[in-house]
């Protein structure tokens, strides 16, 4: 019994480090700060990190290929202000979701075009495109754009009210992400083409020798990830009703994060989309606290998950270890 525990937790550790963590943070918030045991602070961090949720999905199977994604924020970005000014000059919400996706698909397709077949570093390739998208949101508008859309606005301020908990809401926006969550876990666990995401991460040169379709894999890997990036970007520009070049500035660091915190091995191959979830948690817990406090500076969360970042990555090191031992 006590070998099936221990084999348990070291198979698993890597996700119950960082639900623990979150319980761990939430509690001592809400002991520090009675206003945070109220159920609508915990549906909060899906409200505030639904963006960043739908980014960190993604970025979770790039990077579980052994690859990386810095194109996230600057994809939003043009999401945003592509859907703003084109909201804009009359043309309807129904056209213009859709044509945002595509626009996330392809530049993601293509970055991983590029990687696969002209073998440029994803750390290259994904910051052109970081570069490109948010130049071309700049082209498009050097400065902020109102969304006055009905659809838009109907969307952004209708509230969801939770069942059986009063004055306790979400937004149809916040939805978005535990969905695709739910998706994620699917292709990630009970597809073949999951399978071959983990394989590309554990060794690709194996991969490829087993017949596996390495190629097209990563490509849509890349291509799933800016279809994550193009639906946070259209949340984003709801919950704001704005497009903004500036917006989303940093959030693929803030995605990395939440994947490593989340037990993502960087190096690929180890990891899921459920610690990930928890990642995200971590990051929306620890801005939360902050707000209550209402005297620290917003600085002190990027201290805090730089600090989180770092021990998830030790104790990826020694789970690691400790797999190869048993």
Known sequence: ?????????????????????????FFVGGRL???MQKPQVFFNLFINDSSLLLVSIGMT??????GIDLSVGGVIALVTTA?????????SAYIVMPLMIVIGVALGGFMGWIIQELKVQPFIATLMGLFFARGLAYIISLTSVPIKNEVYKAIA??????????KTYIYATTL??????LVAIYLTNFTRFGRTIYAIGSNEQSAMLMGLPVRRVKIMVYAFSGFCSALAGIVFSI????????????????????????????????GNV?????????????????????????????IAVGVLTLLAIGVQSFFFVRKKRS
Request: charged residues 5%; without cysteine.
């Open 176 to 181: 978005v992400g535990p969905f695709m969550l």
């Open 1 to 25: 019994m006590k070998y099936r525990i221990n084999r348990f937790l070291i198979q698993n550790g890597s996700v119950l480090l960082p639900f623990a963590v979150f319980l761990a943070v």
């Open 274 to 302: 459920i610690g990930t979830l928890f990642g995200v948690l971590i990051h929306g817990t620890i801005v939360s606290i902050l707000q209550f406090n209402g005297t620290l500076s917003s600085w002190w969360t990027r």
């Open 157 to 166: 301020l209708t509230p969801i009210y939770i069942p059986f908990l009063p």
């Open 239 to 270: 919950s704001l009703l704005a497009g903004y070049g500036q917006f989303a500035t940093g959030m693929e660091l803030d995605a990395i994060a939440a994947v490593v915190i989340g037990g993502t091995a960087l190096t690929g191959g180890v």
């Open 33 to 35: 700060y009675p206003a």
């Open 83 to 91: 859907s703003a000014v084109m909201l804009k000059s009359g043309v």
């Open 61 to 66: 199977l790039v990077i579980l290929t052994g």
